[in-house]
T-cell receptor
Framework: AQSVSQHNHHVILSEAASLELGCNYSYGGTVNLFWYVQYPGQHLQLLLKYFSGDPLVKGIKGFEAEFIKSKFSFNLRKPSVQWSDTAEYFCAVGGSSASKIIFGSGTRLSIRP | DAGVIQSPRHEVTEMGQEVTLRCKPISGHDYLFWYRQTMMRGLELLIYFNNNVPIDDSGMPEDRFSAKMPNASFSTLKIQPSEPRDSAVYFC?????????????FGDGTRLSIL
C-alpha cells in the first residue's frame, strides 16, 4: 500500500538550531517526492520537490532534502532555523504518471525565539 | 497568475443547512483536488478530477458530500445536510500534469464551522 510516514509529530527547537524532519514512504515504482509548508492560518506551499537526478534537492528559504532510495526516505533539513520557520511541514509522494499525491500527517515545528 | 481561488473564506452555519464551497483552479491546470484538514485527522484527500471528470472519490466521507466540476474553471463541494463534525478547513488545489507529477497549488481554504 502507498503511504507516507512522518514520525515526528511536534518538534521544538531554539533559533539557530539545526533541523531534520523525517519522512519515509512506501510506494511501488518511480516516485516523485515533495515537501510542503503551511504557516499558521495559511495554505500549503511547495518547499521543494524531487523528480529525478541529484538526490540532494535545494528548496526555498534555505531548506534542502535528500532522497535516499535504499532507505525509502526523503528527510527535510535546514542548518539553522529561524523563528519564522514555525509552521507545519508535510511530506508527500506521488507516482510518475498519476497526479494523486499522498500526504503525510505533518510535523509541527515550533521555534523558540 | 491569480492562483487557486476559493470562496467563501469563512462560513458559519447551523447544522442541517446546505453548504457549498467553490473553487477556481489555475488556468490551464487539468487536475483539481479537494482536501479537508482537521486537527484530529490531518489533511485528507476527498476527491480529485482530471479534465473535469471525477477520478477518485474514495475519500468522500459520506453521501452527504458531493463534488462537481461543470467546466475547467470551476468546481463545487457540497455538503447536504451539514453536521458539526464537518467543521474543518477545506482546501482546493490544482496541478498541470505534463506526463509527470506536478506540484499542487493550494487555495487559501474555506474555514467551515457547523454549529
Amino acid at each position: 500500500a502507498q503511504s507516507v510516514s512522518q514520525h515526528n509529530h511536534h518538534v521544538i527547537l531554539s533559533e539557530a538550531a539545526s533541523l531534520e524532519l523525517g519522512c519515509n514512504y512506501s510506494y511501488g515504482g518511480t516516485v516523485n517526492l515533495f515537501w510542503y509548508v503551511q504557516y499558521p492560518g495559511q495554505h500549503l506551499q511547495l518547499l521543494l520537490k524531487y523528480f529525478s537526478g541529484d538526490p540532494l534537492v535545494k528548496g526555498i528559504k534555505g531548506f534542502e532534502a535528500e532522497f535516499i532510495k535504499s532507505k525509502f526516505s526523503f528527510n527535510l533539513r535546514k542548518p539553522s532555523v529561524q523563528w519564522s520557520d514555525t509552521a507545519e511541514y508535510f511530506c508527500a509522494v506521488g507516482g510518475s504518471s498519476a497526479s494523486k499525491i499522498i500526504f503525510g500527517s505533518g510535523t509541527r515545528l515550533s521555534i523558540r525565539p | 497568475d491569480a492562483g487557486v481561488i476559493q470562496s467563501p473564506r469563512h462560513e458559519v452555519t447551523e447544522m442541517g443547512q446546505e453548504v457549498t464551497l467553490r473553487c477556481k483552479p489555475i488556468s490551464g491546470h487539468d487536475y483539481l483536488f479537494w482536501y479537508r484538514q482537521t486537527m484530529m485527522r490531518g489533511l485528507e484527500l476527498l476527491i480529485y478530477f482530471n479534465n473535469n471528470v471525477p477520478i477518485d472519490d474514495s475519500g468522500m466521507p459520506e453521501d452527504r458530500f458531493s463534488a462537481k466540476m461543470p467546466n475547467a474553471s470551476f468546481s463545487t463541494l457540497k455538503i447536504q445536510p451539514s453536521e458539526p463534525r464537518d467543521s474543518a478547513v477545506y482546501f482546493c488545489a490544482s496541478s498541470g500534469d505534463r506526463g509527470q507529477n506536478q506540484p499542487q497549488h493550494f487555495g487559501d481554504g474555506t474555514r467551515l464551522s457547523i454549529l
